[in-house]
T-cell receptor
Framework: GAGVSQTPSNKVTEKGKYVELRCDPISGHTALYWYRQSLGQGPEFLIYFQGTGAADDSGLPNDRFFAVRPEGSVSTLKIQRTERGDSAVYLC?????????????FGAGSRLTVL | DAKTTQPTSMDCAEGRAANLPCNHSTISGNEYVYWYRQIHSQGPQYIIHGLKNNETNEMASLIITEDRKSSTLILPHATLRDTAVYYCIVRDRGSQGNLIFGKGTKLSVKP
């Protein structure tokens, strides 16, 4: 597609449930990033993929959060045993990767509400 | 921690130039300056980036001081649709990793 697509756009779940958020990057973009954004704050980095592998997962807050990108394209962010504090907008971005300037293109985000 | 300092908020009259400052006094010679903006309920949108020369594109101009310790994003004729949070970010040119966002500047364009 022309842009980064994220689904679902909105997800409401109950505390303790499992959630999956999907990201379809721009075709040909080798790098993929997940961020989350709480109200009034800037986006907070979670994890970055180069191809199929997680090149940097230092932003994942704890072991309830996990992300995969098995074929180097679509990525899924998985959250186990959700807590109310996980409520946020989860943003995905992709880029061409490679040397030099690296411009990220973001999706519209998935808004997660944990009741 | 973010390596940049920006004012929390600014106002601009519609049709006038919006000048958004950013301090990055600890910037290194290999770091680019990037600007993104985020309109309400959307993902961040890339605007412009530069290393040491001034840059211009269809959206904005980026003026970087000679010592590279600060920069200014200029929207030459602001419209109501330019109301957004503007983020100034520095990042190593050789890095393939993530961008670190601060809180940005909330620009309000008023009629």
């Amino acid at each position: 597609g022309a842009g980064v697509s994220q689904t679902p756009s909105n997800k409401v779940t109950e505390k303790g449930k499992y959630v999956e958020l999907r990201c379809d990057p721009i075709s040909g973009h080798t790098a993929l990033y997940w961020y989350r954004q709480s109200l009034g704050q800037g986006p907070e980095f979670l994890i970055y993929f180069q191809g199929t592998g997680a090149a940097d997962d230092s932003g994942l807050p704890n072991d309830r959060f996990f992300a995969v990108r098995p074929e180097g394209s679509v990525s899924t962010l998985k959250i186990q045993r959700t807590e109310r504090g996980d409520s946020a907008v989860y943003l995905c971005a992709s880029s061409l990767g490679g040397a030099g300037a690296n411009v990220l293109t973001f999706g519209a985000g998935s808004r997660l509400t944990v009741l | 921690d973010a390596k940049t300092t920006q004012p929390t908020s600014m106002d601009c009259a519609e049709g006038r130039a919006a000048n958004l400052p950013c301090n990055h006094s600890t910037i290194s010679g290999n770091e680019y300056v990037y600007w993104y903006r985020q309109i309400h309920s959307q993902g961040p949108q890339y605007i412009i980036h530069g290393l040491k020369n001034n840059e211009t594109n269809e959206m904005a101009s980026l003026i970087i001081t000679e010592d590279r310790k600060s920069s200014t994003l200029i929207l030459p004729h602001a419209t109501l649709r330019d109301t957004a949070v503007y983020y100034c970010i520095v990042r190593d040119r050789g890095s393939q990793g993530n961008l670190i966002f601060g809180k940005g500047t909330k620009l309000s364009v008023k009629p």
